[in-house]
């Protein structure tokens, strides 16, 4: 018997029971012990028909803030005065959330929520994961906010990505300016695939990914709550500004700047130096890593191959080779 997929929550029934609340878990996949890997839902259905916005957390299980903002946010919503429905599913991956891991320690082979869109019933847990999702419940979606941050590999200045070229591009970069942080990502040239942001923008289902928070600043616990409030406040930005509550637009920056996102990768590897911090811009050629060996000799730089400005760098004072370095936004005009 193929239990994949089997749903103990009714989204449908949620979705149609205006002026209500219901939270519930979709079931996935059976264990060897009975319990199931499934994911949380929490559906705000408002009095009056409107968009339906998706936002989710830790398809990451590292990537926390965005979690705790759509909880906080689901919680604070009354039906009565929302035009639409917020769908929170705040944790995909809670195979990985439950052991702050990146990716989920169950599949046969290492698998990336992230890059596995857009799944198969009959793949490995990570793959159904996905594809119960996207077939379920993203299909379902007008509007979605996808969150991520640098967790435990990545210091990221609190961002706000969109993928232009698409029918859905225009209002996905509406979407991404309203969120309110000061950079915008514009994804293009992106270093991988099968993410959700790219599956939307297949399906024509505007979408943006906000990259807000890492482990590296959530001591002291100001700056977690700092960052969990940017997500917020973004999250309700975005609700404003598809008129499904009421209010005015908070910004969470003095300008907005547009980038592409630039990876770049350490060629050595040993203790990682960074040279420039968010949101330093810097020219061609500058050094933004020096990288040493444990003898104190350098054995590496990571170089500006153009002009930038600095996004983010890896938080782990030891880098490999091959592995990232530094990230910079080459802004557009
Ligand atoms: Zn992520």
């Not at 929170?88 to 959330?97: I, R, S, T």
């Not at 977690?224 to 309700?236: M, N």
Request: aromatic share 10%.
């Amino acid at each position: 018997m193929n239990k994949t997929c089997f749903c103990d929550f009714d989204f449908e029934a949620a979705l149609a029971k205006r002026g209500s609340v219901t939270k519930g878990y979709f079931n996935v996949a059976c264990k060897p012990d009975g319990s199931w890997v499934k994911f949380p839902i929490i559906v705000v259905s408002g009095v009056e028909d409107g968009p339906r916005l998706l936002v989710d957390g830790a398809h990451h299980g590292d990537e926390y803030e965005g979690v705790q903002a759509i909880i906080e946010t689901a919680n604070a919503l009354d039906p009565k005065k929302l035009k639409g429905t917020f769908i929170g599913v705040p944790v995909l991956n809670m195979e990985a959330f439950m052991y702050g891991s990146r990716i989920s320690p169950m599949d046969y082979s290492t698998l990336n929520l992230n890059r596995a869109y857009p799944g198969t019933p009959q793949g490995f847990i990570t793959s159904r994961i996905v594809d119960a999702y996207l077939q379920n419940i993203v299909k379902k979606a007008t509007n979605i906010i996808t969150f991520h941050g640098g967790g435990d590999a990545l210091y990221l200045e609190p961002l706000a990505s969109y993928i232009p070229g698409n029918d859905s591009a225009e209002a996905s970069y509406k979407m991404a300016k309203a969120f309110g942080v000061e950079i915008l990502w514009r994804m293009e040239d992106v270093p991988f695939g099968g993410f959700l942001n790219a599956e939307a923008a297949k399906l024509g289902i505007p979408c943006i990914t906000p990259e807000v928070g890492s482990q590296s600043i959530q001591h002291p616990y100001a700056n977690r709550r700092r960052h969990i409030e940017i997500c917020a406040t973004g999250i309700t930005n975005v609700m404003k500004s598809l008129c499904m509550i009421e209010g005015d637009i908070v910004p969470q920056a003095e300008k907005q700047i547009d980038i592409t996102l630039i990876y770049l990768c350490s060629d050595a590897g040993g203790i990682h130096v960074v040279k420039k911090m968010p949101v330093e811009s810097f020219v061609k050629g500058e050094v933004l890593a020096e990288i040493f060996d444990v003898f104190g000799e350098k054995v590496g730089e990571t170089l500006a191959p153009e002009d930038g400005v600095m996004v983010g760098y890896g938080v782990y004072p030891v880098v490999l080779p091959g592995n990232w370095s530094i990230l910079y936004g080459r802004v557009n005009s």
